[in-house]
């Protein structure tokens, strides 16, 4: 079946610190990639996607690129800030037209000052 | 501006009572759907709606009921046949592709700020 899986959290860094959640998944066919961010008291929020092998996936200084030879899709950013504390879902749509949405459980990040 | 209202933000239930999640876009979006969230866990769709009247159930709709009476509106009643309500409740909403299939691709997803649910 189809599925995600996202590295475990709570993932603490400093501030300017490299970020990087691993994402994998497991889908039939060419499933649609993309990371959603939670910050708290709030909903889910599109970050970035990717649709097809090899895209990359950017917003905010935060990047992901779809790797199919390895089923991959990890988020990154150069530089966390303070204000990138919140919660990241990998994410994904399968191939075919009758598809849902499947989530990754989330990972939480806190960045310190 | 538009978007997705959930209320209450903090909700309480006694056992063996049922309460109702509010949930109203101002979107015009078609398709609205319910999540729940489990700590350490990803969302699960509960139930969701293409059409005013009409609605089908997702892969843990058992416990739960929906209505859908008005394009804006997508009640969810945690009825006490649920057996572990305790949650986080997630709505969203999303254009409707026009062509059958419920526009799935989560760039036209839109979600509220979610409704925290403790079973007393």
């Known amino acids: 079946g189809n599925s995600v899986t996202q590295m475990e959290g709570p993932v603490t860094l400093s501030e300017e610190a490299f970020l990087t959640i691993n994402c994998t998944y497991t889908?039939?066919?060419?499933?649609?990639l993309f990371w959603y961010v939670q910050y708290p008291g709030e909903g889910l929020q599109l970050l970035l996607k990717?649709?097809?092998?090899?895209d990359k996936g950017s917003n905010k200084g935060f990047e992901a690129t779809y790797r199919k030879e390895t089923t991959s899709f990890h988020l990154e950013k150069g530089s966390v800030q303070v204000s990138d504390s919140a919660v990241y879902f990998c994410?994904?749509?399968?191939?075919?037209?009758?598809?849902?949405?499947?989530f990754g459980s989330g990972t939480r990040l806190s960045i310190r000052p | 501006d538009g978007g997705i209202t959930q209320s209450p933000k903090y909700l309480f239930r006694k056992e063996g009572q049922n309460v109702t999640l509010s949930c109203e876009q101002n979107?015009?979006?078609?398709?609205m759907y319910w999540y729940r969230q489990d700590p350490g866990q990803g969302l699960r769709l509960i139930y969701y709606?293409?059409?005013?009247?009409?609605?089908q159930k997702g892969d843990i709709a058992e416990g739960y009921s929906v209505s859908r009476e008005k394009k804006e509106s997508f009640p969810l009643t945690v009825t006490s046949a649920q057996k572990n309500p305790t949650a986080f409740y997630l709505c969203?909403?999303?254009?409707?592709?026009?062509?059958?299939?419920?526009?799935?691709?989560?760039?036209?997803?839109?979600f509220g700020s979610g409704t925290r649910l403790t079973v007393v």
């Open positions: 979107l015009n979006h078609d398709a």
């Open positions: 969203a909403s999303s254009p409707y592709s026009g062509t059958g299939v419920v526009q799935e691709s989560p760039d036209s997803y839109t």
């Open positions: 994410a994904l749509t399968p191939y075919s037209s009758a598809s849902k949405i499947i």
């Open positions: 709606s293409q059409i005013v009247n009409d609605f």
């Open positions: 889908a039939t066919g060419y499933p649609s």
């Open positions: 990717a649709t097809k092998a090899d």
